[in-house]
């Protein structure tokens, strides 16, 4: 019996949560300090975008005024990368993914600013759920982690400022332009940052050293398998799957970087059981969130690339 195209498209949808969350896993492998490892991932995205004449025509047609608004909020989503690979160097992938399950809770309390629509007090609710989950996944850290957690934490206050004002702007150009223009623009603001990060640990490297050939597969598969294919396959979904779908399934991009992290790295070693309680909290809250208030705008795929599929529908 032949496949539904529905089914197809959710199938497609959870293949791109799985490779998303395949991203921490490869942070973790790849040697290279944050900044490389993020500088040479945007850059091998941004020239596989600039093969695409779609992307130069969608680039002509765009107003200077919105390029550089999408430049600006391209500076804010290297820093995002930034700090998410920076909390996987000075903690584990686990903590990285379970700080970024926070997005949520600081994109209820930004976005009605910045889109201008009233506070909801249902998204407050579920934020502030998610605080005893926060106190748990400290208090089940070694301390040589936790710079690594608070790292984490404005990782994901950057995926709801740049989320936030990507929705403001999600009639402004073509997903593949945008996402161009934004990791175009990242790119050269990690440029101009590595001089100042040379000393930080965890982060500074040189950027035009070419790495390794282990590292360098790796940035391969992270930049071309598990964040242009699921990118392409998340186009197709969204023509079949709903907004709200979308993001009960995203939700779940925690949950594989953490079963992968046991798997593969073998985390649970590193962490206490009150760690996963507090994951299990903040789970809760993150799901819960959706199934009550249940609305289904427009999703905006232009962020699927740039947030790892944080916050891909509202």
């Not at 608004?69 to 990285?96: D, E, P, R």
Request: glycine share 8%.
């Amino acid at each position: 019996m032949p496949m539904s195209a529905r089914r197809k498209a959710h199938l497609q949808v959870h293949l791109c949560v799985l490779l998303w969350g395949f991203t921490a896993i490869l942070g973790k492998l790849i040697t290279l300090p944050a900044l490389p490892l993020v500088w040479w991932r945007m850059l091998l995205v941004v020239l596989a975008l600039a093969l695409l004449p779609a992307v130069w025509r969608g680039l002509r047609a765009m107003p200077v005024r919105r390029r550089w608004a999408y430049a600006g909020i391209g500076a804010l989503v290297a820093l995002h990368w930034l700090t998410f690979y920076g909390a996987i160097k000075l903690a584990n992938a686990s903590v990285a993914a379970t700080c970024i399950a926070l997005a949520p809770a600081f994109t209820a309390m930004i976005e009605p600013w910045v889109t201008r629509r009233p506070f909801d007090a249902r998204e407050l609710f579920f934020g502030i759920a998610t605080l005893p989950g926060v106190a748990m996944v400290v208090g089940g850290v070694p301390h040589e982690m936790r710079a690594g957690i608070a790292v984490g934490a404005l990782s994901a206050l950057l995926v709801a400022v740049f989320g936030s004002l990507n929705k403001r702007m999600v009639e402004g150009g073509e997903p593949l332009t945008v996402t161009a223009l934004e990791l175009g623009a990242g790119t050269v603001l990690l440029t101009a940052l590595a001089p100042l990060m040379a000393l930080v640990p965890g982060f500074g490297g040189a950027l035009l050293v070419l790495p390794s050939l282990h590292d360098a597969a790796l940035l391969v598969v992270l930049s071309l398998v598990c964040t242009l294919l699921p990118f392409a396959l998340a186009l197709v979904a969204l023509r079949q799957v709903s907004a709200y779908g979308m993001q009960l399934a995203t939700n779940l991009e925690p949950v594989y970087a953490i079963l992968l992290a046991i798997v593969l790295l073998g985390e649970q070693r590193e962490l206490t059981p009150m760690f996963y309680g507090g994951v299990a909290i903040i789970l809760v809250a993150v799901f819960a969130h959706p199934v009550v208030a249940r609305r289904s705008p427009a999703a905006h795929p232009e962020l699927l690339v740039t947030a790892e599929a944080k916050s891909v529908a509202d």
